[in-house]
C-alpha cells in the first residue's frame, strides 16, 4: 500500500516542492527568519489524502474524522481559556484595557484555525461520501 501511495505521490511531488521552495526562499517567519522549516513540515493526514484515489479511502476518512474530533476537543479547550480570558468583560473592553493582548491575538488564531480544519473536515468527508455513492 504504502508503494502505491509513494508512487502516486512522486508525480506531484516536484510541483509541490518548487511551489515550497519559493515559498521559503521568499516568505519570513516572525519578521526576521527565512521560513525555512517549511520545507520540514509534512502533515500526515495531508499527505493521505492527496493520496485517497490510489489508496483506502476508508483510512482516509476514518483520518478526517479522527482530525475533526482533535479540531472539536482544541475548539472547546480554546473557548474554555477564552472565556477565563475574558472573565465576563467583552472582547472589545478585554483589547482595550487588558495589560497584554498578544495571549488573546494568538487564541483566537487557534481557534480559527481549529474550527477551519473541522469546517474542512466536513466538507472533505461530504466530497468523499459523494464520490463513493457515484461509484456504488
Same mark, same amino acid.
Given at each position: $500500500?504504502?508503494?502505491?501511495?509513494?508512487?502516486a @505521490?512522486?508525480?506531484?511531488?516536484?510541483?509541490?516542492?518548487?511551489?515550497?521552495?519559493?515559498?521559503? &526562499?521568499?516568505?519570513?517567519?516572525?519578521?526576521?527568519?527565512? %521560513?525555512?522549516?517549511?520545507?520540514?513540515?509534512? &502533515?500526515?493526514? @495531508?499527505?493521505?489524502? +492527496?493520496?485517497? &484515489?490510489?489508496?483506502?479511502?476508508?483510512?482516509?476518512? %476514518?483520518?478526517?474524522?479522527?482530525? $475533526?474530533?482533535?479540531? +472539536?476537543?482544541?475548539?472547546?479547550?480554546?473557548?474554555?481559556?477564552?472565556?477565563?480570558?475574558?472573565?465576563?468583560?467583552?472582547?472589545?473592553?478585554?483589547?482595550?484595557?487588558?495589560?497584554?493582548v498578544?495571549?488573546?491575538?494568538?487564541? $483566537?488564531?487557534?481557534?480559527?484555525?481549529?474550527?477551519?480544519?473541522? +469546517?474542512?473536515?466536513?466538507?472533505?468527508?461530504?466530497?468523499?461520501?459523494?464520490?463513493?455513492?457515484?461509484?456504488?
Amino acid at each position: $500500500m504504502n508503494d502505491v501511495i509513494g508512487q502516486a @505521490m512522486s508525480a506531484l511531488i516536484p510541483v509541490e516542492r518548487s511551489a515550497v521552495n519559493w515559498f521559503a &526562499d521568499t516568505a519570513y517567519c516572525a519578521g526576521s527568519r527565512p %521560513a525555512r522549516a517549511v520545507r520540514r513540515f509534512r &502533515d500526515e493526514l @495531508m499527505v493521505k489524502v +492527496q493520496a485517497v &484515489d490510489v489508496g483506502a479511502i476508508e483510512a482516509v476518512r %476514518a483520518a478526517v474524522e479522527e482530525r $475533526m474530533l482533535w479540531a +472539536q476537543a482544541k475548539i472547546a479547550r480554546y473557548e474554555r481559556l477564552r472565556s477565563r480570558l475574558l472573565n465576563g468583560h467583552s472582547e472589545e473592553e478585554y483589547l482595550a484595557l487588558a495589560e497584554r493582548v498578544g495571549p488573546y491575538l494568538t487564541l $483566537m488564531r487557534g481557534l480559527a484555525f481549529e474550527r477551519e480544519n473541522h +469546517q474542512w473536515g466536513e466538507w472533505a468527508l461530504a466530497v468523499l461520501n459523494r464520490r463513493s455513492a457515484a461509484t456504488t
